[in-house]
C-alpha cells in the first residue's frame, strides 16, 4: 500500500495551500522554525516532561500566549500532534490539538506563531482534520475548528472557523486532487 497524502500537500497540488510566494526564504525559514519550537514547547507542556528545545527562552511569550488562551478559554487539551487518517478517502494529516472548551465543545485547534498569513488556507485543513477525526472516532464528534495565533508579546487571538464552508471546500479539492492523480 502506497503512503496516503497529506491534507497540506492535498491542498497546494490544487492551489489552496497558503500563499507565501511574497515572504523572503529567509523569513519562511526563521517562521517554520519557530513554528517548530513552539509546537514542541507545547507538547512538552501537555505531555508534562521538559522541553528539549535550547532556544525554549526565546519562544517563551509564545508558551506564555499559549497558557493564556487554554486559561481564559478554559481549553483542554485531550491529545496533541495527532496524526488522523481518512482510510475510506485516502488521505492523512497532522492535527495540532484536540480538546475541549469548558468540558462540552470537542474541537480540534492549529497553533500559529505569529500572524497566520492565510485563514481560508487553515479552513480547509482543519476541515479534512476534522473530517478524517470523525471518521475514525464516530462517537466522539468535533463540534470546532479554530486557529489560534500565539504572538510573541505573550498575547492570543482566537479565530473560531467555519466549519459547513470549509468542509464543502476541502471536498472539492480532494475531489480535483483525485481526479488530478488519476490523469
Not at 517548530?36 to 516532561?49: D, F, P
Not at 462540552?104 to 476541515?127: C, H
Not at 464516530?138 to 479565530?159: A, F, K, S
Request: net charge negative; with cysteine.
Amino acid at each position: 500500500m502506497s503512503e496516503l497524502p497529506r491534507v497540506t500537500h492535498i491542498l497546494e497540488a490544487v492551489g489552496l495551500g497558503p500563499d507565501l510566494s511574497g515572504v523572503p526564504a529567509t523569513l519562511l525559514e526563521i517562521g517554520r522554525r519557530r513554528g517548530t519550537a513552539v509546537h514542541a514547547l507545547i507538547e512538552a507542556e501537555v505531555y508534562g516532561y521538559p522541553p528539549e528545545d535550547k532556544d525554549a527562552e526565546l519562544y517563551a511569550p509564545f508558551l506564555l500566549a499559549y497558557r493564556t488562551f487554554v486559561r481564559e478559554a478554559q481549553y483542554k487539551t485531550e491529545q496533541t500532534e495527532r496524526l488522523v487518517t481518512h482510510a475510506a478517502w485516502g488521505y492523512c494529516g497532522h492535527l495540532d490539538s484536540l480538546g475541549w472548551f469548558m468540558g462540552t465543545q470537542r474541537a480540534i485547534v492549529d497553533w500559529k506563531s505569529g500572524e497566520p498569513p492565510d485563514l481560508k488556507a487553515a479552513n480547509y485543513q482543519l476541515a479534512a482534520y476534522r473530517r478524517a477525526w470523525n471518521e475514525e472516532h464516530p462517537q466522539e464528534p468535533v463540534d470546532c475548528i479554530g486557529v489560534v495565533n500565539l504572538r510573541d508579546d505573550g498575547t492570543y487571538r482566537w479565530h473560531e472557523r467555519p466549519i459547513a464552508e470549509a468542509d464543502r471546500v476541502w471536498c472539492a479539492a480532494l475531489a480535483v486532487y483525485k481526479a488530478q492523480e488519476r490523469r
